[in-house]
């Protein structure tokens, strides 16, 4: 007993530390949902109320019936989800090819595709604004699925890459012999072996674009085709912020995703690092 | 298999590039189009050069990425290395250290924006509880620049905390055991063993998080909108602001490329200094 209770207060102070560290990483959360929560009189009281007691649905119903709180989720729902199947449709072969078939140049070119990671979307801005303008897609959906694959297809290849370059040697051997095309072999063997993979893939490519504000600022700008962030950062009005259907909406935005993400731990960490370190 | 993705990439990317990169030398009017066209060389970037808004953002985007990065370090190794240790409850710590990394920048900004607000916010309402008077954050200069950073520290973090756990999780326990029977102290091993081991993984951090912080836009434009006046403007807020505020489009394009290079120059940097002697995998 004396041991253990002596390991007890030995990692007392490091539970201390968690534990605060903790509070402080939860707390925008907190007062998001808390926000979210409260009646309008309350909102702008000071010393706040810490926890509004008993908590209003009011801003819920609000942002829920009226508004374009719904054309904003159902635009981002369409463009993340379009986006990243079509990014998994062009970027799970392209990742298998690299890592399986090299040819002369794939390495360079490789390279330059996981660059493209880095670059600064502002620099893609004006020539799709200007570009989508010509066509006409300024404000309409197909405008921000065009820009988003680019946009998830380094993260795809890169990330599936990764695992591709570990998929065993013996079985990719044992389909060609038995007479299986390329293809064939992706579909059939490799694709079922990276169903993990292909799952990561899928939520960092999603996020990326569920996530994305610049491009969505720039080419969209009403509820027909503007997605959650443009909507939640139009709340913002120069003569006052609407914090209550703002938080609400934020809410509603982002808990599920959180959820989501945090049960997929382990995935997390291997889609942010590829194959650069073994997680 | 390779060529349908290479083939969107080079439409969607290397072509766009091209098209502005060609841009930036013409002269784009849209008031009077008649004088668009124009070959004028290097003229835009000698412009934006030129521009006092362009060297602020340029001087803020730098002396950002710079305190940025040593921060999200600073605060990354400690938690890292408290959840290195293992203690019983560490999976629940862990995801809460990493729940910050998958909400929407634009949403870490307004919240940010909220708690910073001067009567109601929620930071100096705390801050008054223990006695101290907050600053006018969002309106002061230091404040604003002040209140980004913590915003930015709190999206960014997590990611640093996570690849750090990565990095010793991967780590060889032997040499460990042998370094303690040696009887090396506690910040011996750390500075000798961990720091040196963990060089991969520091380098992976200073890679994408140098070229993150360095085009930032979400949190600062919901943030601070880049103000008050241009103290918080980075070099994206100016280039969105040049483009769609001003309809810059030649001088915006002309800044864009100036960002790229540099982007380019310090990443190639970063990773000629950090690179260890064996090739990362």
């Known amino acids: ?279 | 298999l390779t060529v349908p993705a290479l083939a969107i990439l080079l439409v969607s990317v290397a072509y766009p590039i091209a098209w502005a990169l060609n841009l930036s030398v013409h002269t784009l009017d849209l008031v009077n189009p008649e004088k668009s066209g124009e070959f004028v060389a290097a003229a835009n970037y000698a412009d934006i050069v030129a521009s006092g808004d362009f060297r602020q953002a340029l001087f803020n985007t730098c002396a950002f990425v710079i305190t940025t990065l040593i921060l999200e370090i600073l605060v990354a190794f400690p938690i890292a290395l408290l959840l290195h240790r293992g203690l019983p409850g560490t999976p629940i710590f862990r995801l809460i250290f990493s729940s910050p990394l998958m909400v929407a920048p634009v949403v870490g900004g307004m919240l940010w924006q909220f708690m910073f607000a001067d009567q109601y916010g929620a930071i100096n309402n705390l801050l008054a509880v223990v006695g101290v008077r907050g600053p006018l954050w969002l309106a002061d200069v230091w404040g604003a620049r002040a209140a980004v950073l913590i915003g930015n520290l709190w999206l960014a973090t997590p990611f640093n905390v996570l690849v750090l756990l990565a990095g010793m999780a991967s780590l060889p326990e032997q040499l460990f055991e042998a370094a303690r029977i040696d009887g090396a102290r506690g910040d011996q091993v750390f500075r000798f063993i961990m720091l040196p081991l963990l060089r991969p993984a520091l380098l992976i951090i200073l890679v994408i998080r140098l070229t993150d912080a360095f085009r930032v836009f979400d949190i600062v434009y919901i943030l601070t909108g880049g103000g008050p006046g241009s103290a918080t403007q980075t070099l994206s807020v100016f280039v969105y602001k040049e483009i769609f505020t001003r309809l810059h489009f030649a001088q915006g394009s002309a800044a864009s490329f100036m960002m790229l290079g540099i982007t380019i120059v310090l990443s190639i940097f970063v990773i000629r200094v950090l690179r260890p002697k064996e090739e990362l995998a």
Do not use: H
Not at chain 1, 79 to 88: C, E, I, Q, R
Not at chain 1, 110 to 120: G, Q
Not at chain 1, 148 to 163: A, R, S, V
Not at chain 1, 233 to 262: C, D, E
């Open chain 1, 1 to 279: 007993v004396t041991v253990t209770a002596r390991k007890a207060t030995a990692a007392l102070p490091s539970y201390v530390l968690l534990v605060l560290l903790s509070l402080i990483v939860l707390f925008p959360f907190f007062w998001m949902v808390t926000t979210s929560l409260k009646p309008e009189v309350d909102m702008f009281a000071s010393p706040p109320v810490w926890v509004p007691l008993p908590p209003s649905l009011d801003n819920y119903d609000n942002v829920l019936v009226g508004g374009d709180f719904r054309a904003y989720l159902q635009n981002s729902l369409i463009v993340a989800g379009v986006s990243t199947m079509l990014g998994m449709l062009i970027g799970t072969p392209a990742a298998f090819g690299f890592a399986r078939m090299p040819y002369r140049f794939s390495g360079i070119l490789f390279i330059i595709i996981v660059a493209v990671r880095m670059f600064p979307p502002i620099s893609l801005v004006i020539p799709y604004f200007m570009g989508m303008r010509t066509v006409e897609l300024i404000d309409r959906l197909p405008a921000l699925i065009i820009a988003y694959i680019p946009l998830e297809l380094p993260l795809i290849i890169w990330l599936l890459e990764g695992f591709f370059r570990d998929f065993p040697r013996e079985l990719q051997e044992a389909a060609e012999i038995d007479g299986l095309s390329t293809l064939g072999l992706l579909v059939r063997v490799a694709i079922p072996v990276a169903l993990p993979a292909i799952g990561i893939a899928v939520m960092f490519a999603f996020l990326a674009s569920w996530n994305e504000f610049i491009f969505a600022l720039s080419l969209t700008r009403t509820p027909s085709a503007a997605t959650m962030p443009v909507g939640i950062a139009g709340y913002i009005t120069n003569f006052r912020t609407f914090w209550g259907p703002m938080t609400a909406s934020a809410s509603i935005y982002t808990i599920p995703v959180l959820i989501v993400t945090l049960v997929a731990q382990r995935g997390i960490v291997r889609g942010l690092l590829g194959g650069a370190i073994k997680a």
